[in-house]
């Protein structure tokens, strides 16, 4: 199975800040990754696919890139609707995995 | 606008059965897959398994196999969960997800979740 880990696991941020979420799978995956932001209580909501292709809707502050094992998530600028826990998902084979999760929180 | 709302909370006691339910709307519903993710309390995502409602075929989490089912009623677009043998440890929020409907793919429309409470 491919195993998924990110890091940060928790990231503390101010509104404004750019922040940078990493996302490691433990062999190639291509580009078969896609990035859920989630709230408490709430559905994850999917904001990056294919590694870099953002989700109709996603505001263009989020932005993915990456490819066969490392992969990052980007906002540009922490917006305070931002403050969420983020996963990373392979799908590149017949097993998808989450990674653990990255909780942006504020500083 | 595409939906897929769940069933309600369930509390079930170790060694039943629960089945969850994600009727979709919005969509042609075999065009897609449904894939279902669960939860624990103050954990991550975990992956369950894949259903084509196109096509019936199913894909499920190796450490599922055998207590899991997935299926799929196309005259009313339904898709259904059936965890069998509960145990504590499957105490979690379980959601539906929209999916490819040959292969599993990134998960674009989500249900609201079901909690499945087990406890003796």
């Known amino acids: 199975d491919i195993q998924m880990t990110q890091s940060p696991s928790t990231l503390s941020a101010s509104v404004g800040d750019r922040v940078t979420i990493t996302c490691r799978a433990s062999?190639?995956?291509?580009?078969?990754l896609a990035w859920y932001q989630q709230k408490p209580g709430k559905a994850p909501k999917l904001l990056i696919y294919?590694?870099?292709s953002l989700e109709s809707g996603v505001p263009s502050r989020f932005s993915g890139s990456g490819s066969g094992t490392e992969f990052t998530l980007t906002i540009s600028s922490l917006q305070p609707d931002d403050f969420a826990t983020y996963y990373c998902?392979?799908?590149?084979?017949?097993?998808?995995?989450f990674g653990p999760g990255t909780k942006v929180d504020i500083k | 606008q595409v939906q897929l709302v769940q069933s309600g909370a369930e509390v079930k006691k170790p060694g039943a059965s629960v089945k969850v339910s994600c009727k979709a709307s919005?969509?042609?519903?075999?065009?897609?897959?449904i894939s279902w993710v669960r939860q624990a309390p103050g954990q991550g995502l975990e992956w369950m398994g894949w259903?084509?409602?196109?096509?019936?075929?199913?894909n499920y989490a190796q450490k599922l196999q055998g207590r899991v089912t997935m299926t799929t009623d196309t005259s009313t677009s339904t898709a259904y969960m059936e965890l069998r043998s509960l145990r504590s440890d499957d105490t979690a929020v379980y959601y539906c997800?929209?999916?490819?409907?040959?292969?599993?793919?990134?998960?674009?429309?989500w249900g609201q979740g079901t909690l499945v409470t087990v406890s003796s």
């Open positions: 997800a929209r999916d490819n409907e040959l292969m599993t793919s990134s998960l674009d429309y």
């Open positions: 919005g969509y042609t519903f075999t065009s897609y897959g």
């Open positions: 259903i084509s409602a196109y096509n019936g075929n199913t």
């Open positions: 062999q190639s995956i291509s580009s078969w």
């Open positions: 294919k590694a870099s």
């Open positions: 998902q392979q799908y590149n084979s017949y097993s998808p995995e």
